[in-house]
Every structure is written in structure tokens, then in C-alpha cells.
């Protein structure tokens, strides 16, 4: 399937705000954390705290409430853990392939369309996801898949494989440094086509070598965001 005929299907969808729909389009604000940002040069980007404070000082000064971006955006901030073989130039992973979505913890997160719960797990670990959901979605004969990801505990509590989800419907709340990984609040949102039998878990970051692949199973989640 062309990802352009697929880009083009989620145009025409009416999705809900995974953030909730009592926020403004000019509540949000972009972010840039790339390699190429050089106001990011100044920043302890292996600190969540100094993340943190930068990202936060960002959303404030351009009185917003919300921080957005990072699709297919290289960064520095993975350099800080293992999960991203940042030691080999050949694997090292840094390029990401969802959108981030940066605001407090504890705020509900909600299904963007109906679907179903495909898997959820606890990706424990320095610079991983943390507690993770993955929705399966069925668009006439098109199946994807949305993964939500640095996520509270709680989130994976009283849920089950295979209920079905209504569009939205709260699915989660977001987590804490302490249990997502080490980040700044924030949801990592990604779409997926094929899953490859991934459970719970999906790459959210590529190395440059495997980037084709996974820019056409993962195709921009822009239009699935009420963001435009």
C-alpha cells in the first residue's frame, strides 16, 4: 500500500484529541529537539530535569500549554543510554519516528479513533517507554496500529487484550520521570502499520541504515493529531 494513499485516508478521518478536546490549536506550541537546534547546546540534555526546565521555559514563553514535534528528528538525547547502541555509528539509533507530545504527568490520554487494545506492557529501563499501549484500528479494509508510550502505571491496571476501545475514550494517563524512562512528561505518539509481533513494545527510535523501512511502516502521526 503507498504510504500516500494512507497519509491521504487519515486526512479525511474525524479523530479526537489524545490530549482531550478542551485544549486550542494555540495551545500548542512546536519544539525542536534536534542536533541542529543550537539553543540546545547550552542544555544538559541527559538531565530530565534540565530537559525539563527548557522544555517547560519553551511552552511558557510562547504561552502555550503544550509542546509538539520530533517526527522523523534526529537527536541528542539518547547519547545518555544503551537502548541506543550509541557506541557503533552504524546502529546507533536517534532518529525519531513518532510525535511527542510534552505536558504535565498524570493528564488523560485518549483514543484518537475506536479500535481495539492490542497488547500493553511495562518497557522498563533508563531512555525506554515505561508503561506502554498499543491500539489496533480497522478504517474500512486498512488494520494500523497507535502505540502510546511513558505512560503512569496505572495505566496498565484492569485492562485486557482484545476490549474494545471507543473513540474518545481515556485509555491512560501520562507518568512520571520515575517510571517512563527518564523523561520530561510527555506522551510519545506513533502509528504503526505492520507490527512485525511486536507485544506491548515497538522501535520508536531508527539508526540512518533502517530509516526507509521504518519511515513507511511508521508514517508521520500528524494526521492523526489535532494539530492542523
Known amino acids: 500500500m503507498p504510504i500516500s494513499f ?31 537546534n543550537p539553543d540546545l547546546q547550552t542544555v544538559n540534555v541527559s538531565s530530565s530535569d534540565d530537559l525539563e526546565v527548557y522544555i517547560w521555559k519553551h511552552i511558557e514563553t510562547n504561552k502555550a500549554k503544550i509542546a509538539y514535534g520530533g517526527y522523523i528528528e534526529k537527536r541528542g538525547i539518547y547519547n545518555r543510554s544503551k537502548n ?13 519516528l513518532g510525535i511527542d507530545l510534552w505536558i504535565e504527568a498524570s493528564r488523560p490520554i485518549y483514543a484518537p479513533l475506536e479500535g481495539e487494545l492490542h497488547s500493553f506492557k511495562n518497557n522498563p529501563g533508563f531512555g525506554n517507554y515505561g508503561p506502554t499501549l498499543i491500539l489496533k484500528h480497522s478504517i ?12 503512569s502505571t496505572s495505566s496498565l491496571y484492569e485492562i485486557r487484550v482484545g476490549e474494545k476501545v471507543q473513540k474518545g475514550q481515556q485509555i491512560a494517563t501520562l507518568g512520571t520521570a520515575e517510571v517512563n524512562g527518564d523523561y520530561p512528561p510527555h506522551l510519545h505518539f506513533q502509528i504503526i502499520l505492520d507490527m512485525q509481533d511486536f507485544i506491548g513494545d515497538y522501535p520508536g527510535v531508527s539508526n540512518q541504515k533502517d530509516l526507509d523501512f521504518y519511515r513507511n511502516n511508521c508514517p508521520d502521526p500528524k494526521n492523526l493529531l489535532v494539530l492542523k
Not at 491521504?8 to 541542529?36: E, H, Q, R, W
Not at 541506543?84 to 525519531?96: A, C, D, L, Y
Not at 479494509?141 to 505512560?151: D, I, K, P, R, V
Open 6 to 36: 494512507f497519509e491521504n485516508v487519515l486526512k479525511s478521518l474525524d479523530v479526537f484529541p489524545v490530549l482531550g478536546d478542551t485544549y486550542a490549536i494555540n495551545d500548542y506550541i512546536p519544539l525542536d529537539l534536534s542536533v541542529d
Open 84 to 96: 541506543f547502541n550509541q557506541n557503533n555509528p552504524e546502529t546507533e539509533r536517534n532518529i525519531h
Open 140 to 151: 474500512d479494509s486498512l488494520e494500523f496500529y497507535t502505540l502510546y508510550g511513558h505512560l
